[in-house]
């Protein structure tokens, strides 16, 4: 799994998908691995926590740096300001958020989405009406923000329960150990072991990723 999804919230109680029983009685019964993992780690489930702006602002600061040197840069880029919403990182100098560690493409990226909230470019209130694949057309607009991104988001914050990330390295590598004995897998390869966990692919993804890193991850 990647650095970004790694960095996590604490600010906020966690919540968790309604749905998350009835996905594991329907992987255990679809899926031979699934069976065999969803008991392994007990009650650990996915969790959400913070709110949308922050989540996304994370996810940037902690793009191609250590979960460490992501979080101390989050930890002093944060304490800029009394509270973190998009109003308040816009009238951030940019010289003090370079100082807390942030590169100036990050600033720039920041800042971007800072606007997109701000302008209402992004619709957070109408996201539960929405399908997944439209929401991913309104953040990958926004600078920094790619599909793998957004998916995590759609994962993490939102609990779609359907989502494949597909360029997730984690979700492969996880494939390629569980289901072809450690032999190199495409996407095509996991799109079709993917079949049986439809419409949880969410949960059978964090089962995967679970698989390989015991520890739960919350963005």
Not at 86 to 102: E, I, S
Not at 148 to 163: D, G, K, Q, S
Not at 185 to 211: F, G, K, L, M, N
């Amino acid at each position: 799994m990647s650095v970004a999804s790694k960095v996590v919230a604490k600010d906020m109680a966690p919540v968790t998908p309604e749905y998350w029983a009835l996905a594991c009685a329907h992987l255990a019964k679809k899926d031979r691995v699934m069976k065999k993992l969803i008991p392994q780690f007990g009650d650990a489930i996915l969790e959400t926590r913070g709110d949308a702006f922050v989540t996304l602002a994370r996810s940037i600061v902690g793009q191609q740096i250590s979960v460490k040197a992501a979080q101390s840069v989050w930890d002093k880029f944060s304490a800029l300001t009394k509270r973190l919403t998009p109003a308040a990182v816009l009238k951030l100098k940019v010289d003090d958020m370079r100082a807390a560690g942030l590169s100036v493409r990050k600033v720039e990226y920041l800042v971007d989405l800072a606007l997109h909230f701000s302008n209402g470019t992004v619709h957070v209130k109408k996201w539960q009406e929405m399908d997944d694949e439209a929401i991913i057309d309104e953040l990958v607009a926004i600078r920094g923000i790619g599909r793998w991104t957004a998916e995590m988001f759609l994962i993490f914050y939102l609990m779609r329960p359907n989502v494949l990330p597909l360029d997730d390295v984690g979700l492969i590598n996880g494939i390629s150990r569980n289901y072809f004995s450690g032999e190199p897998v495409s996407r095509s390869d996991a799109r079709e072991v993917a079949q049986a966990w439809s419409p949880y692919c969410t949960v059978a993804t964090w089962y995967i990723w679970r698989s390989l890193d015991p520890v739960p991850v919350a963005y």
